[in-house]
């Protein structure tokens, strides 16, 4: 998260280092989770890894598990489709 919110305090090769080092340790139990490593993924160009959380992050509500969204969305996973 804190590679997004101050993205232009970071280099290109340091937001790709950090993705990849915490990305493996992260269990991802967030529902924006997916959508901030989505954005972060395209802001050192690995669309293979951007699209994969981009789904990921819609899945939480549109997915196969429709019932995650029973009581409402998950409107911080949502986000990330207007961010790009």
């Known amino acids: ?7 232009d305090k970071f280099s290109e090769a340091a937001k ?3 993705w990849y080092y915490y990305e493996e340790k992260t269990i991802n139990d967030s529902s ?7 954005i972060a993924a395209c802001d050192f160009n690995d669309t293979e890894k951007a699209l994969e959380n981009f789904i990921e992050a819609i899945e939480v509500d549109i997915g196969e598990n429709m019932k995650s969204s029973d009581i409402g969305i998950h409107a911080a996973a949502m986000g990330v489709s207007g961010n790009r």
């Open 32 to 38: 924006l989770s997916s959508a901030i490593h989505s």
């Open 16 to 18: 790709r280092d950090n």
């Open 1 to 7: 998260m804190l590679l997004h919110l101050l993205k």
